[in-house]
């Protein structure tokens, strides 16, 4: 992000879209801040709000913004340890150990200011201040995102390197996780070496693995995914596009196929618009159905989510010095102007918009069912982005959350073994029928921003309206003594699993339990990810994990 000045004017803010006139949230902490990133990294049941920072524009720290009961703190009280100009951020449980860590990027401004990307492990309570695995190259990037390419379980990273501003030429790598050990130089690059601002891997052509999606200046590449290799030189692209700095990737028509939408800067000279292209059974059309904010100049994020529960994804985007806008969704057909618009003129510049519900009034409970045959391993989900993820059985034994890895933004869950042929697979997970929205902002005076759902609460949106669902657990983390609250069906039994999936304690016949962290013979077990699951539907389980 370069430091010139531009002003917008404010934007009318429409009702179809139930978001506020102004933010509900603002962070006091003067960053330059760009990466942004939602999920409960403390682990006391309520989404957090991450942000990496620094830009081109100043050495800063990476940040957590921890959520107290539905309240986010206005200053971060997690720092990183480390210092840099840092790009944007992606958010993944690398080590499959149930906890979300955060993978961030070095973007610097020339070959003189140039970093390794990184990883942070999150110990329970959240990141570690030093980053547990760093990359031995070192280079400018914008952007990375995680991703099983080879379908083994756990999650790879990619990331788009390179600086359009300086020429500086940087093919897209891909670093490899051996259970959650990541190989210190990239596995794969990129034959195509022009710089990269924008990377994104999702399954397009439905064939059960993830293809590499990159975005350049004037140009967007699919490098297809084999499971085996993944080409190096893409066999699809599109050219004579302004300078992308934003993908993100959803269904919008509902059509089984994956969309995609880019963010495109005019910055540089190049066109600015935001474009939508619609997945043509398999392979994405090369002329957008939908382009939007042609008429501004600095476009530069985007982000799908359900915003209404009409059953269709709104596009949120925002820019350089302009509004952060959502267009709505109507059946599959996408407003091309705002439906809904704030703007801070010059106090306001859009790096990443990202959907979730910060104070859970709009929780939903999903036991979503597959089924198995034999080979898939990459099962997508029907709500993106999701945020929490309890487990997996098949045929009602837990699945060891060592065995699968998954990608709330996006909506998906990889395995290590393909379930069997007509294996009944049930997902445990919560998503927002009515999310909030929130955008990172680079003008380091005026702080972020959250804007929370104005839909009202209704009983149909509590976490469920079956006696079963009634779980509450304290502490989480605990150490000696945890507190369960339910309300048990007749017959019902509430029962403690281990990661590898082994019963370890049942309870019945009461509606309050204290565990002290033994198993059912009276001994003490290990430290680690429990989970607490009915034994009658709809199956819902509560993670919790022992200090």
């Given at each position: 992000?370069?430091?010139?000045?531009?002003?917008?004017?404010?934007?009318?803010?429409?009702?179809?879209?139930?978001?506020?006139?102004?933010?509900?949230?603002?962070?006091?902490?003067?960053?330059?801040?760009?990466?942004?990133?939602?999920?409960?990294?403390?682990?006391?049941?309520?989404?957090?709000?991450?942000?990496?920072?620094?830009?081109?524009?100043?050495?800063?720290?990476?940040?957590?913004?921890?959520?107290?009961?539905?309240?986010?703190?206005?200053?971060?009280?997690?720092?990183?340890?480390?210092?840099?100009?840092?790009?944007?951020?992606?958010?993944?449980?690398?080590?499959?150990?149930?906890?979300?860590?955060?993978?961030?990027?070095?973007?610097?401004?020339?070959?003189?200011?140039?970093?390794?990307?990184?990883?942070?492990?999150?110990?329970?309570?959240g990141f570690d201040s030093t980053p547990y695995?760093?990359?031995?190259?070192?280079?400018?990037?914008?952007?990375?995102?995680?991703?099983?390419?080879?379908?083994?379980?756990?999650?790879?990273?990619?990331?788009?390197?390179?600086?359009?501003?300086?020429?500086?030429?940087?093919?897209?790598?891909?670093?490899?996780?051996?259970?959650?050990?990541?190989?210190?130089?990239?596995?794969?690059?990129?034959?195509?070496?022009?710089?990269?601002?924008?990377?994104?891997?999702?399954?397009?052509?439905?064939?059960?693995?993830?293809?590499?999606?990159?975005?350049?200046?004037?140009?967007?590449?699919?490098?297809?995914?084999?499971?085996?290799?993944?080409?190096?030189?893409?066999?699809?692209?599109?050219?004579?596009?302004?300078?992308?700095?934003?993908?993100?990737?959803?269904?919008?028509?509902?059509?089984?196929?994956?969309?995609?939408?880019?963010?495109?800067?005019?910055?540089?000279?190049?066109?600015?618009?935001?474009?939508?292209?619609?997945?043509?059974?398999?392979?994405?059309?090369?002329?957008?159905?939908?382009?939007?904010?042609?008429?501004?100049?600095?476009?530069?994020?985007?982000?799908?989510?359900?915003?209404?529960?009409?059953?269709?994804?709104?596009?949120?985007?925002?820019?350089?010095?302009?509004?952060?806008?959502?267009?709505?969704?109507?059946?599959?057909?996408?407003?091309?102007?705002?439906?809904?618009?704030?703007?801070?003129?010059?106090?306001?510049?859009?790096?990443?918009?990202?959907?979730?519900?910060?104070?859970?009034?709009?929780?939903?409970?999903?036991?979503?069912?597959?089924?198995?045959?034999?080979?898939?391993?990459?099962?997508?989900?029907?709500?993106?982005?999701?945020?929490?993820?309890?487990?997996?059985?098949?045929?009602?034994?837990?699945?060891?959350?060592?065995?699968?890895?998954?990608?709330?933004?996006?909506?998906?869950?990889?395995?290590?073994?393909?379930?069997?042929?007509?294996?009944?697979?049930?997902?445990?997970?919560?998503?927002?029928?009515?999310?909030d929205l929130a955008v990172t902002n680079w003008?380091?005076?005026?702080?972020?921003?959250?804007?929370?759902?104005?839909?009202?609460?209704?009983?149909?949106?509590?976490?469920?309206?079956?006696?079963?669902?009634?779980?509450?657990?304290?502490?989480?983390?605990?150490?000696?003594?945890?507190?369960?609250?339910?309300?048990?069906?007749?017959?019902?039994?509430?029962?403690?699993?281990?990661?590898?999936?082994?019963?370890?304690?049942?309870?019945?016949?009461?509606?309050?339990?204290?565990?002290?962290?033994?198993?059912?013979?009276?001994?003490?077990?290990?430290?680690?990810?429990?989970?607490?699951?009915?034994?009658?539907?709809p199956y819902s389980a509560k993670k919790i994990?022992?200090?």
């Amino acid at each position: 992000m370069r430091n010139l000045i531009y002003l917008f004017l404010p934007g009318i803010a429409l009702a179809l879209i139930p978001l506020p006139n102004s933010a509900s949230w603002t962070s006091v902490d003067q960053d330059y801040s760009t990466g942004g990133g939602m999920w409960d990294i403390d682990t006391n049941g309520y989404i957090d709000y991450c942000t990496s920072n620094g830009n081109d524009m100043a050495w800063n720290r990476n940040a957590v913004y921890f959520n107290s009961n539905g309240i986010l703190e206005t200053n971060a009280s997690w720092r990183s340890a480390d210092i840099g100009q840092f790009g944007h951020l992606y958010l993944g449980d690398v080590n499959n150990d149930g906890l979300m860590d955060m993978a961030v990027v070095f973007l610097g401004y020339d070959t003189g200011r140039q970093g390794p990307t990184r990883i942070y492990h999150n110990n329970g309570g959240g990141f570690d201040s030093t980053p547990y695995w760093l990359s031995s190259d070192q280079y400018n990037s914008f952007d990375c995102a995680f991703g099983d390419i080879d379908l083994d379980g756990d999650l790879d990273l990619a990331v788009a390197s390179g600086d359009a501003y300086n020429s500086i030429r940087s093919p897209t790598k891909i670093y490899r996780n051996n259970e959650g050990t990541f190989e210190s130089t990239p596995y794969w690059s990129s034959q195509d070496s022009t710089p990269g601002d924008a990377c994104r891997l999702a399954d397009l052509d439905n064939d059960g693995d993830l293809d590499l999606i990159v975005g350049y200046r004037r140009k967007i590449a699919v490098f297809k995914n084999y499971v085996d290799s993944l080409e190096r030189n893409a066999s699809w692209s599109v050219t004579n596009l302004g300078w992308i700095l934003r993908l993100a990737v959803g269904d919008y028509d509902n059509d089984n196929w994956l969309d995609l939408a880019a963010a495109a800067n005019g910055q540089l000279g190049d066109p600015n618009s935001i474009m939508v292209f619609h997945n043509q059974n398999g392979t994405l059309e090369t002329t957008p159905t939908f382009t939007m904010l042609q008429n501004r100049h600095y476009s530069s994020c985007v982000a799908w989510a359900d915003v209404n529960n009409d059953g269709y994804l709104d596009l949120a985007a925002g820019g350089w010095w302009e509004p952060v806008v959502v267009f709505e969704n109507n059946s599959g057909v996408l407003d091309t102007i705002p439906t809904w618009s704030y703007s801070a003129g010059s106090n306001l510049v859009c790096e990443t918009v990202m959907w979730g519900c910060v104070d859970n009034d709009h929780l939903v409970v999903s036991n979503e069912q597959k089924t198995g045959d034999g080979t898939r391993k990459l099962f997508y989900l029907s709500h993106n982005p999701f945020q929490s993820f309890s487990g997996v059985t098949i045929d009602g034994n837990p699945v060891p959350a060592s065995d699968y890895c998954f990608d709330p933004l996006t909506g998906w869950v990889s395995f290590q073994n393909a379930p069997d042929q007509g294996a009944d697979i049930i997902f445990q997970y919560q998503y927002s029928n009515y999310p909030d929205l929130a955008v990172t902002n680079w003008v380091e005076p005026a702080g972020n921003h959250l804007f929370e759902n104005t839909t009202t609460v209704a009983i149909a949106d509590n976490l469920n309206q079956v006696e079963n669902e009634f779980l509450e657990v304290s502490p989480n983390p605990f150490s000696k003594i945890l507190e369960i609250k339910c309300k048990l069906k007749t017959g019902a039994k509430l029962a403690i699993f281990d990661a590898s999936g082994r019963c370890v304690k049942t309870f019945t016949n009461s509606s309050k339990f204290l565990w002290n962290g033994q198993d059912k013979q009276g001994n003490l077990l290990p430290k680690g990810i429990y989970f607490l699951r009915f034994n009658q539907a709809p199956y819902s389980a509560k993670k919790i994990i022992k200090l």
